[in-house]
């Protein structure tokens, strides 16, 4: 059961649509045809699923980011969000990468990523099969389909990926993409079906902007920030810092020269520009209160404990304050 749940999990997170959703006629599949025509790439746009079977069935899909052949998708089904890497190329759809309870924004696309599980492969042709992994078989079990969507009806191909433990079907809709998937098994049904498309829609997201005081002590306050396809963390989050922050935790003058999540780590580097030493007119209490706001902010939002902060690619070191190489900031 719980290998089951987990290729529904997967499989429901990975679609994507065309800017027109709207059911065209369908003219028989071509074997020739490339599997991107039945998985287009679009930026900006926000995806909904109605779900039936269990309460998680319904999601949000947006896209992070696009390069290449390669698209980050972020789902959001209530309970939990997940971002999913796929490579989409002439002859297969895979994924590369999955990583569930990920609240933040990070670019996956530029890891190294070998393998990757096959979705859908070409020839386009009913009976073309595959390994998905070692426990489950895929194949192609029909090319025309008609599928009911709220959006309307489409001529779908199908694919059935197979274990002893269940089996969940996809269909995959031309210049439309993944249009529905339904997992089944001893004593249950669920499915999810493409039931909304909604264009120039950001990311939203609450960060938690910690500052200090007059005092040197620490307040927070919650603001929102908003992403668009291939926005990165290190742009918006200078931006709010600097528009929100009351005693200028980043000087107009610094910039963030690196900003990442280090998954093996667990933990965020940051590396600023020296004018945030230079411009800093603080006093030694002040100053630690400063760095700690920085941590907090960053760890609250990445879900860490360590935060790791360089100046110009070397240690933190002012007349107050001496951070030595590889020595975090505590996230309190």
Same mark, same amino acid.
């Given at each position: ?211 200090? /005081? $007059?005092? *040197? #002590?620490?307040? +927070?306050?919650?603001? =929102?920030?908003?992403? %668009? !396809? ?5 742009? @918006? ?43 800093? /007119? $603080?006093? *030694? #209490?002040?100053? +630690?209160?400063?760095? =700690?706001?920085?941590? %907090? !902010? ?5 879900? @860490? ?28």
């Amino acid at each position: 059961m719980k290998k089951l749940l987990f290729i529904s999990i997967a499989l429901a997170m990975i679609f994507t649509a065309c800017d027109n959703p709207a059911p065209q006629p369908e003219e028989p599949v071509n074997e020739e045809a490339s599997v991107k025509d039945y998985y287009p790439i679009t930026e900006n746009t926000k995806y909904s699923y109605e779900g039936e079977g269990n309460e998680f069935a319904t999601f949000t899909v947006l896209v992070d980011y696009i390069s290449d052949d390669r698209i980050q998708i972020r789902t959001n089904n209530g309970g939990t969000e997940s971002v999913t890497v796929l490579e989409v190329r002439d002859d297969r759809l895979s994924v590369l990468y999955s990583r569930g309870e990920t609240y933040f924004r990070q670019n996956f696309l530029k890891d190294q990523h070998e393998g990757g599980k096959i979705l859908l492969k070409a020839p386009l042709k009913e009976g073309n099969s595959w390994d998905y992994d070692e426990n489950t078989k895929a194949v192609i079990t029909g090319l025309s389909k008609e599928v009911v969507t709220p959006l309307g009806n489409y001529e779908a191909v199908e694919v059935t990926l197979e274990s002893d433990k269940g089996k969940t079907v996809n269909y995959y809709a031309k210049d439309v993409g993944l249009v529905k998937t339904v997992s089944s098994g001893e004593g249950y049904e669920v499915s999810s079906t493409l039931s909304s498309v909604e264009k120039n829609v950001p990311l939203i997201q609450t960060i938690t902007l910690f500052y200090p /005081n $007059a005092e *040197a #002590s620490i307040d +927070a306050v919650d603001v =929102q920030i908003e992403f %668009n !396809t291939n926005d990165e963390p290190l742009d @918006v989050i200078e931006k709010v810092v600097k528009d929100l922050s009351l005693h200028e935790l980043l000087s107009p003058n610094t910039k963030i020269n690196e900003l990442y999540f280090n998954e093996e780590e667990n933990s965020v580097h940051i590396d600023l520009s020296e004018d945030f030493i230079r411009e800093m /007119n $603080a006093g *030694a #209490s002040f100053e +630690a209160a400063m760095l =700690q706001s920085l941590a %907090n !902010t960053l760890g609250n939002y990445y879900g @860490v404990g360590e935060v790791y902060l360089t100046i110009d690619g070397g240690p933190y070191e002012s007349g107050h304050i001496l951070i030595r190489e590889g020595e975090p900031l505590t996230v309190k």
